[in-house]
C-alpha cells in the first residue's frame, strides 16, 4: 500500500498518543521519507576537524546518497555527492584523504575541486576521448559532480540541506542552539572549541532508523535496559554506574514547532557546584576542574544549559556532558540503518585527558560500547517484532505524560514535560508527520 492511499493522521495520531508500526517496517513509507525528509532537512555530514587542510576530503551520506565532504584552497567546505555523472560509479571510495580531483575509476571523467582548474567545486575537467568520440562536442561545464546548494559551517560541524528553499540553519536550529553550544564548546565556555578524536565508527543495526533519534530526545526511563552495565561499572570514575554523577536534575524540553528536543537542564545563569569526576585519573580529574573554573570566569553572567542527550530532528543525536559525543542514524532501508559516532574533546586538552576519554567513549559508546549495545539490542528486537503481518495492525503507545508539558520562559516555542515523559517522541513523530505530508517551509517554519 503506498503512503499516498493512507491517512498521515492514521500513522501518527498525537491526539491519540499512538503511532503506526508501519512506519519502522515499510518500504513505501521508506521511500517516501528519503524524498520528504532526507531530500530536504537539514542533516549533519561531517566535522571541520576531519578535514583541517585544504583539499582534504571525506566521505559522508545523505539518507542513502554518498556525498564527498572537501574543502577548496580558501577553506570553505563544499558537499559533492559522490557518483559519476556518467554512469553513477562512485568517482570516491576513500574514507578520507587529499585530493584535487576525482578520476572515476570506470572510464575516467575526472572532477576537479582545484579553482586553478576548474570554476566550480566538482566540476568535469577530463573526459577520455573528448576529441576523438565527443567530437568536443560535450558539455563539460553541465556535467560536473552535483553540488548540494546547502551547506553551512556551525561551531566546526559540518550541516547541509537538498532543498535550496531550505530556512537558514539557525533559523532550523531554533532556541535548540543552547543546548547544541554545550555540545560543541570548549569545557571552559569558548564557543566551538572542540574537534573530532579518532575518527568515525560506522556500524549497522538491524532496526528502522527512527529508533535512535526517538530514544535521544527524551527517553529517560530505559534504565532497566543498563542494568547490567550499571553494575559493572565504566563511568569515569571508580564504582557503579555508566557515568559521574553530575549533579543537576534533568528534564524532558522539546521544541514542538522544529521537532528538536533534549534531556537537560533549563537555562541558567550560574554554574552548578562542581562536581568531582574521573576521579580515577588524577590529570582528567585536575583538567576537569581546571576548566570548570575557567568557565564560571568566561561565561561570568550568560545564559548556559546542560545537554545530557538530544536530537536535532531528523537523524541526529549528541550527548553533551559524558560521553560527549554527536551521532549521525543513516537510513539504509527500512528495517537497517548506519550509525556513525564521533566523538568530541577540547581542541587543546592534553594528551593523558585525551587518552582517558578516548578509553571512556569506546567502553561507553559504538559497537563495542557497553552501553550502546544495550540500546541496539532493544531497537534490533524492536524492529524484528514488528515487522509481522498481525504485528503491524497494532500501534505503538505514546501516551504518557499527554497534555502536561508546560511552556519555558526564556526559550522560544519550547516546553517542558518534566522528569519522565513521551512528550518529546510525540514532538518528534509530529515533526516527521509534517515532513511527510510535503508541507512547504513557510508552513514547516511557522512564516504563514
Ligand atoms: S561511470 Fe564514471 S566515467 Fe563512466
Ligand atoms: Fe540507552
Known amino acids: 500500500m503506498s503512503v499516498e492511499t493512507r491517512s498521515l493522521d492514521h500513522l501518527v495520531s498525537i491526539e491519540s498518543g499512538t503511532v503506526s508500526r508501519e512506519l519502522f517496517v515499510n ?32 566521505l559522508s551520506r545523505m539518507g542513502e546518497d554518498s556525498v564527498i565532504l572537501t574543502r577548496d584552497r580558501k577553506g570553505e567546505v563544499h558537499v559533492l555527492l559522490n557518483s ?44 577520455p576521448g573528448f576529441e576523438e568520440h565527443y567530437h568536443c562536442q560535450l558539455d563539460k561545464k553541465a556535467w560536473g559532480l552535483v553540488r548540494c546548494p546547502k551547506v553551512v559551517n556551525y561551531k566546526g560541524t559540518i ?102 528536543g533534549v534531556i537537560g537542564a533549563l537555562p541558567h545563569y550560574e554554574e552548578r557546584p562542581y562536581h568531582p569526576a574521573y576521579t580515577n585519573s588524577p590529570v582528567a580529574q585536575e583538567y576537569h576542574r581546571e576548566v570548570y573554573e575557567r568557565r564560571v570566569r568566561n561565561l561570568g553572567k550568560e545564559r548556559r544549559v546542560l545537554t545530557g542527550a538530544a536530537t536535532i530532528f531528523p537523524n541526529m543525536s549528541f550527548h553533551g556532558i559524558q560521553p560527549r559525543t554527536l551521532a549521525i542514524f543513516h537510513p539504509q532501508g527500512p528495517t537497517e540503518m548506519e550509525m556513525w559516532r564521533f566523538y568530541l574533546v577540547d581542541k587543546d586538552a592534553p594528551p593523558e585527558v585525551r587518552d582517558v576519554l578516548r578509553h571512556y567513549f569506546l567502553r561507553y559508546s559504538g559497537p563495542g560500547g557497553l552501553t550502546e549495545s544495550d540500546d541496539m539490542e532493544n531497537w534490533s528486537y524492536a524492529t524484528e517484532a514488528s515487522k509481522g503481518r498481525m504485528a503491524r495492525r497494532h500501534p505503538y503507545n505514546y501516551q504518557m505524560g499527554m497534555g502536561y508539558a508546560k511552556p519555558v520562559e526564556g526559550l522560544k516555542g519550547a516546553v517542558n514535560g518534566g522528569d519522565t515523559t513521551e512528550e518529546n517522541a510525540r514532538i518528534f513523530y509530529n515533526r516527521w508527520r509534517q515532513f511527510m505530508e510535503g508541507r512547504g517551509w513557510s508552513e514547516l517554519m511557522g512564516r504563514n
Open 27 to 58: 518500504r513505501d513509507i521508506y521511500d517516501q521519507e528519503l524524498e520528504s525528509i532526507f531530500g530536504r532537512a537539514w542533516l549533519l555530514v561531517g566535522h571541520e576537524s576531519l578535514i583541517p587542510n585544504p583539499f582534504d576530503f571525506f
Open 159 to 260: 550541516w547541509a540541506s537538498w532543498d535550496e528553499n531550505a530556512p537558514p540553519f539557525l533559523d532550523y536550529l531554533g532556541d535548540m542552539k543552547l543546548y547544541l553550544d554545550a555540545a560543541l564548546d570548549h569545557r571552559d565556555g569558548s564557543e566551538g572549541g572542540s574537534e573530532v578524536i579518532g575518527g568515525v565508527q560506522r556500524w549497522r543495526i538491524p532496526c528502522n532508523w527512527k529508533f535512535a533519534p526517538e530514544n535521544f530526545i527524551g527517553d529517560h526511563y530505559h534504565n532497566i535496559s543498563h542494568r547490567s552495565v550499571d553494575l559493572v561499572g565504566i563511568g569515569p570514575s571508580a564504582g557503579r554506574g555508566r557515568r559521574d554523577n553530575e549533579g543537576f536534575e534533568s528534564l524532558i524540553i522539546g521544541f514542538p514547532e522544529l521537532g528538536h
Open 84 to 127: 559519476c555523472m556518467h554512469r553513477g560509479m562512485k568517482v570516491c571510495r576513500y574514507d578520507k584523504g587529499n585530493a584535487r580531483s576525482f578520476t572515476c575509476p570506470y572510464h575516467g571523467w575526472s572532477y576537479s575541486v582545484d579553482d586553478r582548474v576548474a570554476e566550480q567545486p566538482g566540476q568535469l575537467v577530463g573526459v
